[in-house]
Structure formats: C-alpha cells, structure tokens
C-alpha cells in the first residue's frame, strides 16, 4: 500500500516562508493535494497538483513535486499567524484512493 | 463553507448509548465518505458510498454501521462504542466518474464531529 510520511512539527517566525515536506511511495499517484486544518475544524482544501506537473503556485503558496524522488512540498510566502494549523499531504494510490500523511503542526511566532 | 456540513459538532456519549452522527453535502457531489482521526495518527477511511452504494468498508467494526439514503445524505449509526472509539469523525464528498479507475476526485471535508465515548 501506499506510505505517505511528513515531520511531525514546524516551527516558523511571522514573515518568514514556511516549507512542508511530504514523501510518498506509489509512483502510480495521479493527484496530490495539500489540505489544512485549524483548531476544531475540518479539513480545509489548500491545493492540488497533478502528477504531469512539477510546479504549481497559488498566490502564497507554491506547491513543488519532484516525481523521481516521490517528494511533495508546500511553500508558504510571507507565513502569517493563520497559517498556524495541521497540514496534510494525500496521494491517490493505484486504486484512486485517498491516502493521507500523519499531518504537520505549524507553529506561527511573532 | 466548504459546502458539506456535519451534526453534531460535539457529542459526549456512554458506551450503552445509541448516536447517529449527521453528514450533508450541497455540492451535487455523488461519493460521500466516512474517515476517522485519532490523535498523532493518520485519518483512518472507513466507508466509501458511491452513488448510494457502499463500495468499501475498510475492516470497521460492526458497532459502526452508516446509512447513505440519497447522494447528499449520509449516515454513521452509533452503538455499544467503545472509549478508544473517541475521536474526530470527518465526513468528505466528491464527483467520482462511473467507470473510472486509479482517478480520485477532490474531497471536501466537513467540519466534523468531535465524540467522547466514557
């Protein structure tokens, strides 16, 4: 089956950019995403990429996936104290399915 | 809004008790799926509906059972849970393509449901 692994806990200054990584093993993956989730909340969309691309920016977010290595990042510009949150990488695997990564907590400090 | 919403938001419940948890989608979507997410673990899928059919059940125990009566409505029907049962409930939805194989479409996620079983 597929393992999607990310680090547990970033810490990050207000400002600075922040940088989330995320190692897969299926190479079939079609879609990987990046979610969010706040204190209480559900899981918040972010973005997607599809496996043909190698790069994909959204205003502050730019998302870079390195196919030959199976590694994902999500990049955030500018990191504000709202972006304190869970993050987390799914891949689909061969069979479509939705596979997520533990999350990584980002701590924003002033 | 994400366009999926969930009830309750909180529910505290004994391990006697009978609870059904509530999902509904506004999207038009025809996929709905329960996951589960225990602290510092990974979200666990439990059921898949595809267009009102469940096509996966992924080993939960039977003292979960969901119910899927149309596309927007789902179901997780609650009983004799268990205090490791307690955990955020999350209910997804999204437009899957008859037929199609090793393609996912986006999931949108509800706020969920935080349970407490004592």
């Known amino acids: 089956g597929e393992d999607v692994e990310q680090s547990l806990f970033l810490s990050v200054r207000e400002g600075d950019s922040s940088v989330i990584n995320c190692t897969y093993t299926d190479s079939s993956s079609t879609y990987l995403y990046w979610y969010k989730q706040e204190p209480g909340a559900g899981l918040q969309l972010l973005t997607y990429?599809?496996?043909?691309?190698d790069m994909k920016q959204d205003q502050r977010l730019t998302v870079l996936l390195n196919k030959k290595d199976k590694h994902l990042s999500l990049r955030i510009a500018d990191t504000q104290t709202g972006d304190s949150a869970i993050y987390f990488c799914a891949v689909t695997d061969s069979w479509g399915k939705l596979q997520f990564g533990a999350g990584t907590q980002v701590v924003v400090t002033p | 809004e994400t366009g999926v919403t969930q009830t309750p938001r909180h529910l505290v419940m004994g391990m006697t008790n009978k609870k059904s948890l509530k999902c509904e989608q506004h999207l038009g979507h025809n996929a709905m799926y329960w996951y589960k997410q225990s602290a510092k673990k990974p979200l666990e899928l439990m059921f898949v509906y595809n267009f009102k059919e469940q096509t996966e059940n992924n080993s939960v125990p039977s003292r979960f059972s969901p119910e899927c009566p149309n596309s927007s409505h789902l179901f997780l029907h609650l009983h004799t849970l268990q205090p490791e049962d307690s955990a955020l409930y999350l209910c997804?939805?999204?437009?899957?393509?008859?037929?199609?194989?090793?393609?996912?479409?986006?999931?949108?996620f509800g706020p969920g449901t935080r349970l407490l079983v004592l």
């Open positions: 997804a939805s999204s437009q899957e393509v008859l037929g199609s194989v090793g393609t996912q479409e986006t999931q949108y």
């Open positions: 990429i599809f496996s043909n691309m």
